[in-house]
């Protein structure tokens, strides 16, 4: 059973640019989370999605960040008009319909010259 | 505002002893607490868990503990190996809300 997947694995983004993350969920997980890890720091809730919907988004950034997860296909956390401040390591990590723990990614760092 | 802390960013123990690392929160309403542990360049991994209406699970080398009146949980690995040399997360959760709330890691070194 293949785990959560996260591609891809180092993304490098101009100011200004826009930053796609892709999450696949674990085979019958149909809860998706999204955190933040800033250098020296813990990772910081974004986002609860369940496919086609948003639980919980307390986490987010008002402006320039999104999060969907689809009917098909895997979960997208987008950025746009990325800033230096963006720069960081987002973790996907995916339950099944009863959740109890969460199971990661390996993450997608991103760098914003 | 930090609901979850790990005050101490390193731990250092020789190979075969206990190695503890601890975790404070501040968030009464958290009723299920988990550790992860992390490798450079991996996302975390799942480790043990512990709802708040006990206060021990034990699983192996593994075993955390909770205090709910002095709102702090522990995470004791004995013996201890060169292969848990890793960052450690504690993560608190409230009320089945899947939000989970992490702690800014302790980074322990297992000695040969």
């Known amino acids: 059973n293949a785990g959560v997947m996260q591609n891809p694995r180092h993304l490098v983004r101009r100011r200004g640019q826009e930053a796609r993350l892709r999450c696949s969920p674990m085979?019958?997980?149909?809860?998706v989370y999204w955190y933040r890890q800033l250098p020296e720091e813990g990772l910081k809730f974004m986002v609860y999605l369940q496919k086609e919907n948003i639980i919980d988004e307390s986490g987010m950034p008002k402006e320039r960040f999104s999060a969907e997860f689809p009917k098909e296909g895997p979960s997208i956390l987008r950025i746009q008009q990325v800033v230096r401040g963006d720069s960081a390591a987002y973790f996907c990590?995916?339950?099944?319909?009863?959740?109890?723990?969460?199971?990661f990614g390996p993450g997608t760092r991103l760098t914003v010259t | 505002d930090q609901q979850v802390k790990q005050n101490s960013p390193s731990l250092s123990v020789q190979e075969g002893r206990i190695s503890i690392l601890n975790c404070d929160y501040t968030n009464s309403m958290f009723d299920y607490f988990l550790w992860y542990k992390k490798y450079p360049a991996e996302g975390p991994t799942f480790l043990i868990s512990i709802s708040s209406i006990k206060d021990k699970n034990e699983d192996g080398r593994f075993t955390v503990f909770l205090n709910k009146s002095a709102k702090h949980l522990s995470l004791h690995i004995v013996p201890s190996q060169p292969g848990d040399s890793a960052v450690y997360f504690c993560a608190a959760e409230e009320n089945n809300f899947n939000k989970f709330y992490f702690g800014s890691g302790t980074k322990l070194n297992v000695k040969p």
């Open positions: 990590a995916s339950s099944p319909p009863v959740p109890y723990e969460q199971y």
């Open positions: 085979k019958g997980h149909s809860h």
